[in-house]
Structure formats: structure tokens, C-alpha cells
């Protein structure tokens, strides 16, 4: 029997997930799925948590001693950080027409305002708590947190992971510049070790499916709260909000990246979509981009055959700080709260959510949820209540999973033109 592909068994996985979770709720054994079910999808995200940090270390050293040089390192560095600048630039530029256009806050009623806030209230202190601590610290604080003091404190926490980027990197120039026999030993043990990992992350992969399935299933749930009529409600009020981040979504895969691929990197767009696609299933089922990254270097290393030494660079990176699909995300949200509030945002307040939804999108961790924290950073900047939040909160964990394709199709497509503008 031919085997199933990868990205169909996940498909699969996906839709019966969904089934399985509705009809839990419609048959009322909802704590079956939250006792038995939702654990084997926390176990795959765990999985994939746990072999992150291992995989962006040994990738990036093995990615940056495959270079020839120091100055090629520098070159791909500098063009990277560009591109992944440039492209959260215009995702939020997106998210600001879509939204100014659709104005999605003027069809929201003051009652509905009122019952989200006195719902969500509590919910919020939370973010809210975590924003400010964020916040609290000096305008260079980003870059002093990049410098781990202690690298075994760095790779025990995996919000800490741009600490970790930056000690993989320090160790890879140093790896470049000496050449001698005894720095070989180390490289060949790091090429070693990076062929372990990749087997490890085949092994994970193998439960792919079974992992899905089960983390739909428990979203369902979770999402319904055990009431399928209020979360068609909650729909419908939210609607042309979530329609409005939908249409940027589509904007970005279906427009922007395909124009960048064909008249940037000259990559035939089919074969690329067709070749990420496990990666961006994997997205939206995690909402992490951290937890997807080793499927996201698989699909780019074995089928759009990316090398290593631009992929082991790029991906890890971009996973960490480049988050097109969040910062377009965090644009329309902070206009849309506004607009609910009948605030009317001038376009310094405009330009001022360009530059914090930047910041912030970088500052996101690659984890579920991560841009609604930092959203409250980009609601403050403007002076827009930060109460807002309570409205979106019931549809975020569904429009998370997609702004995370996003962004994992983001990296994706910079490693590509990276890739291909090295090797004209
Ligand atoms: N979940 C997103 C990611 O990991 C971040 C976010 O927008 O919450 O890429």
C-alpha cells in the first residue's frame, strides 16, 4: 500500500479532531476529551517544545561553520534581518488599510462592549501584569535580555531563546575563525549531533497526526466552554473583526509572499506551498512557531533543498523575531479596539502602531498567545484602554493559529529568497 503523505495524515488528523471535539460537546462528554484526550496533545507540544533549543543550537552552529567565512556570515545576517524587517513592515501596512477600510469597531454595540469587558475582566489583569513587567524596563532592555548571563539559565527557558541564538552564533564565529584539527573534532560532533536531532524529530513526527488530532479536539472544547450556541454568538458579534484579520492572512499568503517568491527569489510558487504545507498545518495546529520550527527546517532542507548553512541561519532566527502574521494582527486589533471605544486615530497614532507593533511582534515569544500579550504594549502607545483586550479574547485562540501560519509561511519564504540570492 503507498503510504499516506505526511501533510494528509495531518489533515486527517485535523478534521477528525474537529469532529470528534463537536460531537463531545453536542453529546456532552466534553471532560472525557478534557481528561483523556487534550494530555496526548499537550505531550506532542511538549515534545516539540523540548527538542527546540536543542535544534536551534546545533543548527546554528552547524548552519554558520558550513559558511566559508566570516563575511559571508555577516552578509547573510545583515540581509536577513532586512528582509524580516521589511516584511513585518508591510504586514502591519496590511493590517492598517484592511482595517481603516473595514472599519470592523463601527458595527460592534455599546452593549456588546459591556458584556465582553464583565466578562473577560479578570483575564486580563493577567496580560495586562505581564505586559507592564515588559514595560517597566529601559528603552535598550531588548538588547541587553539578547545577552545571557549564564547559557545554561538561557537553554532551561524557552522564552529565552534569542539568548541562546545569540551564544550559538558567538560560538559558531568562533568555530569559522579557528582551523585547526582540534576545532574540527568539535564540528564533526556538532554534525554528529545534528543528525541525531533531525532523527529525533522524525520519531515526533511520526505521532504528528495523533497529536493534532487530539489538540483540535481539546480546542473545541475548550472553545465552546461545553456551549456550542454562545460560541456561535461570540462568533457573530466578533465577525467582521476576525473576518477582517482573516482577509489579511489571505492577503499575505495568497499576494504578498507569492510576489516576493516569484519576483524576488524566482522560486516556482506551487512547489513552494506545496512543499511547506506540513509546516503550516503544523502552525496552525500548535499556535507556535517555536514548536513548529523543526518541521518548518524539514520541509524546507528536504523538499525546497534549501542547505543547511542558509536554513540552520535563517529559520531558527525568523521563528524567534519574525512575526508577520502577529504584528499584521496586532494593527488590526489595536484599531479595532480603538474604534469600539469611538476613538478616531490620527496617523502619528497610525505610524506610532507601524514602529510598537514592530517591536512587539519581535519581542513576541513563539508560543500560543504570545501576540495578545504583547498587543497591550501597542494599545498603551496609542492610549487606547487597555480593558479593550476583554473583546477579542474569545475569538484569539482561533485567529492565533492562523496568524502563526503566517508567520512560519514568513520565515519560510525569506529562507527561500535568502537562499536563492546566494546562489544566482
Ligand atoms: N503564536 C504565535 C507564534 O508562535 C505568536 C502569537 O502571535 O501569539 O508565532
Not at 494528509?8 to 456532552?28: D, N
Not at 484526550?37 to 511538549?46: C, N
Not at 522560486?267 to 506551498?273: A, K, R
Request: with cysteine; aromatic share 10%.
Amino acid at each position: 500500500m503507498k503510504k499516506i503523505p505526511l501533510y494528509l495524515q495531518i489533515i486527517i488528523g485535523m478534521i477528525l479532531g474537529i469532529i470528534f471535539g463537536i460531537i463531545a460537546v453536542v453529546f456532552k462528554f466534553d471532560s472525557f476529551v478534557a481528561d483523556w484526550v487534550k494530555p496526548w496533545g499537550t505531550i506532542f507540544i511538549s515534545l516539540l517544545k523540548l527538542i527546540a533549543i536543542p535544534l536551534i543550537f546545533v543548527s546554528l552552529i552547524k548552519g554558520i561553520t558550513s559558511l566559508s567565512d566570516i563575511s559571508k556570515l555577516s552578509r547573510i545576517g545583515l540581509k536577513t534581518v532586512s528582509w524580516y524587517l521589511f516584511t513585518t513592515v508591510i504586514a502591519i501596512t496590511i493590517g492598517l488599510l484592511i482595517v481603516n477600510t473595514i472599519n470592523p469597531g463601527k458595527y460592534f454595540s455599546e452593549d456588546k462592549r459591556i458584556e465582553f469587558q464583565q466578562k473577560y475582566s479578570e483575564r486580563i489583569e493577567v496580560k495586562q501584569q505581564a505586559a507592564t513587567e515588559h514595560k517597566k524596563k529601559g528603552p535598550l532592555q531588548f538588547v541587553v535580555d539578547i545577552v545571557p548571563e549564564n547559557i545554561f539559565a538561557a537553554s532551561a527557558d524557552n522564552s529565552k531563546m534569542l539568548q541562546v541564538i545569540f551564544f550559538a552564533i558567538l560560538l559558531g564565529i568562533a568555530m569559522l575563525s579557528i582551523k585547526n584539527k582540534n576545532v574540527e573534532v568539535v564540528r564533526d560532533f556538532f554534525e554528529g549531533f545534528n543528525d541525531i536531532i533531525l532523527k529525533i524529530i522524525d520519531y515526533i513526527m511520526k505521532i504528528a497526526p495523533l497529536g493534532v488530532f487530539a489538540l483540535l479536539a481539546a480546542l473545541i472544547v475548550d472553545f465552546t466552554d461545553g456551549d456550542i450556541v454562545e460560541a456561535k454568538d461570540l462568533f457573530i458579534a466578533l465577525g467582521i473583526y476576525s473576518l477582517s484579520v482573516v482577509l489579511g492572512i489571505l492577503v499575505m499568503i495568497f499576494v504578498f509572499y507569492p510576489i516576493l517568491l516569484k519576483f524576488v527569489a524566482k522560486q516556482n510558487i506551487v512547489e513552494f506551498f506545496k512543499a511547506i504545507l506540513p509546516a503550516q498545518l503544523m502552525a496552525f495546529s500548535t499556535s507556535s512557531s517555536a514548536a513548529t520550527l523543526p518541521v518548518t527546517m524539514e520541509c524546507c532542507e528536504k523538499k525546497l533543498k534549501i542547505p543547511e548553512e542558509y536554513s540552520g541561519f535563517v529559520l531558527p532566527v525568523g521563528a524567534t523575531v519574525n512575526m508577520d502574521g502577529t504584528s499584521m494582527y496586532q494593527a488590526i486589533a489595536a484599531v479595532f479596539i480603538a474604534q469600539v471605544y469611538g476613538m478616531d486615530l490620527d496617523l502619528m497614532q497610525q505610524l506610532t502602531i507601524v514602529l510598537t507593533a514592530t517591536l512587539a511582534s519581535i519581542g513576541a515569544a513563539a508560543v500560543p498567545g504570545a501576540g495578545i500579550i504583547m498587543l497591550v504594549i501597542v494599545l498603551n502607545s496609542i492610549g487606547v484602554p487597555v480593558e479593550g483586550i476583554a473583546l477579542i479574547m474569545a475569538v484569539d485562540r482561533i485567529l492565533d493559529m492562523m496568524r502563526t501560519t503566517v508567520n512560519v509561511t514568513g520565515d519560510s519564504t525569506i529562507a527561500t529568497i535568502i537562499y536563492k540570492s546566494e546562489n544566482k
